[in-house]
């Protein structure tokens, strides 16, 4: 279950990059909050996932760091793609 929570930051990811692809002019404005908001909420599952190591007394996953860093990786684009329009 907790890879499962670990892995659900690349969904949201996958989300925003669809919000980002193909938005027609007249909403850019509006979809950067759309694409800030799932970015957020694609740390809900690993925080939990977190928290549920940290109650079972248990090491995160190992393979944890690659959804979680790329998450945060892909934040940094879509910043720069929403500070950019």
Known sequence: MEANLWG?????SSLCMLT???TPPHL?????HVTVALY???????A??????AVRAK???????????LHAALGVLYG???WWT
């Open 8 to 12: 659900s930051a690349m969904v949201f």
């Open 80 to 82: 720069l793609a929403i």
């Open 59 to 69: 090491r995160p996953w190992i393979g944890a760091i690659i959804p979680v860093s």
């Open 48 to 53: 939990a996932a977190l928290a549920l190591c």
């Open 20 to 22: 980002r692809i193909g």
């Open 40 to 46: 957020l909420l694609g740390w809900v599952g690993p």
């Open 28 to 32: 850019v404005d509006r979809i950067g």
